[in-house]
């Protein structure tokens, strides 16, 4: 019991002293997402999550009618990839998944890139990049 | 004793000979009830798989067509609306709905000789189809009687209460529909052609009684409940037109009953109408197809449905009436003028007809009525007879120009009716229940708050 109290306390001090993790989000078309998916696989990135989210930039939409009703559809289907990386990888990821994502026109999405304060793995508590 | 030998042998052959081969007439006799009993059996056939088939007009077909085109939070109240017909206006029909249109009274509705469906057994009913059982005709008017008040739904979908839905349908087919059907098809009705009405108006399969009724209805209940909380500045899309294409479809086969079947009999008339049915609505499908292409710049699946709906509803006053050239003519006009009306002519009024029950059924049906006084002919419709038997001429192409204004004269008293009598019962329903749910109930959407249950649970 108590040596693994020792241990929690060692591994949250070692967390601290590497604050080194970076949050990648990148909206991107839905079709290119095998694509990023591939591109990251191959350079051994193999944990994300994607979410189905809607929404434009300075794209616009499209119109669709109904019976003579007509709709301005500006919020797009896009998809979100949000991924956490040790901060020395961080460049090489953003620029996979730029080159993945791209079909060069206007609606081809963004990357926003966060600091990570602090990543636990819920199963056994790991933390910091150890977590990831 | 030789005599007598003989006289033993020759009495038992004679009475041999009396009772093996029946004279002419018992053969003859028996023939012709075999003869009727085998028309029986094929009308009788044809009438309760055509009497199924409209009921599936209803449900699913309509159900499903309307489902689709509201929005998510009222596709179970939309279905709701066809498929609590399909039970409620049953029971009204059982207890006194088939007497009032179907026996025969004053000119405008009938009498209570079949109360509680009294003397509706298997003998026929020679008025109205000879070789079926009057229990299959009642119960074939029945799925008419059934999906003209669902037909209304389309116009006050995503708004109304369901209890006053219910109220509201119950009295508007004593106040509409009876009538109506009786004038039109009932014996003695006024506009009876076929059974001594003054004003002879041709309408095979209800393009008056159903279409006319239940679209002119629709507008005037669209009109009265008003339009939808945010019409005009949130999107009404369609939820799933995939459900309203299935349910397009299987209007489409549902309606071969609808119009086939009024034919009475499995006859050639029927097969006459089966065909004009089915090429009347290809010519509306594509009608309206290429005027939305044109205006619009893309031709849309829900367009194609929806000429096709207005392809039936044009041709089914005329399709028991009209060569298959014509069909194809007052298809391809109904597909065009609907999809006029549905587009340029309700956004410059800006009512909230929902779904188009008006401007799909209400102007398709005039159309075709006024359609079929043209196009009526005699060689595909024998029945109008002289009183020694001599087949009369129909329509503007059998030389009966009047028979147009006929027609006409028959949609304007079928609209009269229809706005009147709508007005009448929404006051009494406004009265008595409310029509329209609250606005929080409104925006909740009519599933949860009419009805406590969500059509989609997809996280269940």
Redesign the interface.
């Known amino acids: 019991m108590s040596a693994c109290m020792v241990k929690k306390v060692i591994i949250s001090m070692r967390s601290q002293d590497q604050l080194t993790m970076k949050k990648i989000e990148a909206i991107i078309q839905p079709h290119k997402l095998e694509d990023v998916k591939e591109a990251l696989k191959s350079i051994g990135v193999d944990g994300m999550t994607i979410s189905e989210v809607r929404g434009h930039g300075r794209q616009k939409g499209h119109k669709?009618?109904?019976?003579?009703?007509e709709?301005q559809v500006d919020l797009l289907p896009k998809v979100k990839i949000e991924l956490v990386v040790p901060d020395q990888r961080s460049a090489e990821v953003i620029q996979t998944v730029v080159n993945s994502a791209r079909t060069g026109k206007i609606g081809d999405g963004k990357v926003f890139v966060f600091d990570v304060a602090e990543a636990i793995r819920i199963r056994n508590e790991d933390r910091g990049d150890g977590a990831l | 004793m030789p005599q007598r030998l003989w006289l033993a042998l020759f009495v038992p052959m004679l009475a041999l000979a009396q009772a093996a081969p029946p004279t002419a007439e018992t053969r003859i006799a028996n023939l012709e009830t075999a003869v009727k009993s085998a028309q029986s059996a094929g009308d009788n056939a044809w009438m309760l798989v055509s009497a199924a088939l409209v009921l599936m007009m209803t449900g699913p077909g309509l159900a499903l067509f309307y489902g689709g085109l509201v929005r998510r939070k009222n596709v179970l109240g939309t279905m709701m609306h066809s498929f609590v017909l399909m039970a409620l206006v049953t029971v009204i029909w059982a207890i006194v709905g088939y007497s009032l249109a179907f026996g025969e009274g004053m000119p405008i509705l009938g009498d209570l000789r079949y109360l509680f469906l009294n003397g509706v057994g298997s003998a026929p009913n020679p008025d109205y189809a000879g070789t079926i059982p009057q229990q299959t005709f009642m119960v074939y008017q029945l799925m008419f009687a059934i999906i003209t008040p669902a037909l209304i739904s389309g116009a006050f979908a995503e708004r109304m209460k369901f209890s006053a839905m219910l109220l509201f349908t119950t009295l508007w087919m004593f106040v509409v529909y009876f009538p109506l059907a009786h004038m039109v098809w009932g014996k003695g009705g006024l506009l009876n052609a076929f059974l001594g009405g003054k004003i002879p108006c041709f309408d095979f399969a209800g393009g008056t009684v159903v279409h006319i009724s239940s679209g002119v209805s629709a507008l005037i209940c669209a009109l009265y409940l008003g339009r939808r909380q945010g019409y005009g500045i949130e999107s009404m899309k369609p939820h799933n037109i995939v459900i309203s294409v299935i349910g397009a479809c299987l209007l489409w086969v549902g309606w071969f009953g609808f119009n086939a079947g009024s034919a009475l009999g499995a006859s050639s008339l029927a097969t006459s109408a089966f065909v004009a049915t089915h090429f009347a609505t290809a010519a509306a499908v594509l009608g309206w197809m290429l005027a939305e292409w044109i205006r619009n710049g893309k031709p849309s699946v829900l367009g194609a449905i929806s000429g096709a709906v207005a392809g039936l509803v044009a041709i089914t006053p005329a399709s028991g009436f009209v060569k298959p050239f014509p069909a194809l003519l007052i298809g391809f006009l109904a597909g065009i003028v609907c999809f006029l009306m549905v587009t340029v002519v309700k956004s410059r009024f800006s009512y909230d007809d929902s779904l188009d029950a008006f401007g799909v059924h209400g102007i398709g049906g005039t159309l075709g009525a006024l359609l079929t006084g043209v196009f009526a002919t005699s060689a595909v419709n024998d029945g109008l007879k002289d009183s020694s038997g001599k087949v009369l001429p129909l329509g503007l192409v059998d030389g009966q120009a009047g028979q147009v204004l006929n027609q006409a004269i028959a949609v304007l008293i079928s609209w009269g009716f229809a706005i009147v009598g709508t007005l009448i019962v929404l006051k009494i329903c406004d009265v008595v229940l409310g029509v329209r749910v609250s606005k929080e109930d409104e925006l909740e959407g009519l599933d949860v708050s009419m009805h406590g249950e969500e059509g989609y649970n997809f996280d269940a």
């Open positions: 669709e009618v109904y019976r003579g009703m709709y």
